[in-house]
T-cell receptor, first 109, second 114 residues
């Protein structure tokens, strides 16, 4: 079966750095997405990785290792507004998005 | 660019009634639209995929006669929850794609069935 694993909840301090991991087992791979979702709102796009390596975009970076079925989202200089759920999703061989359950990130002052 | 709207943003209805949710791509033509459902503290669950002018493809376990999807144009898709029951209460989110990799999400519709 297809499976996406990510931690249920993480806590970090304002101004710090946090890494949210995601491992996946899917039928085929056409890329991995990270989305941010605030409570009661729809997901917003953060990043898309299809090749191995690190993609940096401002305070957020995303890493992918296809051989390990592994990705992480790195958030730097955390702000209170970064408190949200972070969803990892993989595009499988049928170009269907397989979603993880999301990681709820709690930022403390 | 790539804005998707949903209407209504929230709706409360009585059990047994039907509710229609609209999803519109405002500044682009969406060849494919996706309908998701999300229960509290859970991830998005794909309900169905629809292409303009053709019948929707429903995921396993989703009743096509209960969740009617119409994708009449490249900018509009509708989801009708027929004979809604309290267990249908959820957050319904649509997304639109142009054939590329990315999907653009609407703001979601919160449905509460009394």
């Amino acid at each position: 079966g297809q499976n996406i694993d990510q931690p249920t909840e993480m806590t970090a301090t304002e101004g710090a750095i946090v890494q949210i991991n995601c491992t996946y087992q899917t039928s085929g791979f056409n890329g991995l997405f990270w989305y941010q979702q605030h409570a009661g709102e729809a997901p917003t796009f953060l990043s898309y990785n299809v090749l191995d390596g690190l993609e940096e975009k401002g305070r957020f970076s995303s890493f992918l290792s296809r051989s390990k079925g592994y990705s992480y989202l790195l958030l730097k200089e955390l702000q209170m507004k970064d408190s949200a759920s972070y969803l990892c999703a993989v595009l499988d061989s049928n170009y269907q998005l397989i979603w993880g359950a999301g990681t709820k990130l709690i930022i403390k002052p | 660019g790539a804005v998707v709207s949903q209407h209504p943003s929230w709706v409360i209805c009585k059990s047994g009634t039907s509710v229609k949710i609209e999803c519109r791509s405002l500044d682009f033509q969406a060849t494919t639209m996706f309908w998701y459902r999300q229960f509290p503290k859970q991830s998005l669950m794909l309900m169905a995929t629809s292409n303009e002018g053709s019948k929707a493809t429903y995921e396993q376990g989703v009743e096509k006669d209960k969740f009617l999807i119409n994708h009449a144009s490249l900018t509009l898709s509708t989801l009708t929850v027929t004979s809604a029951h309290p267990e249908d209460s959820s957050f319904y989110i649509c997304s639109a794609g142009t054939g590329n990799i990315e999907q653009f999400f609407g703001p979601g519709t919160r449905l509460t069935v009394l």
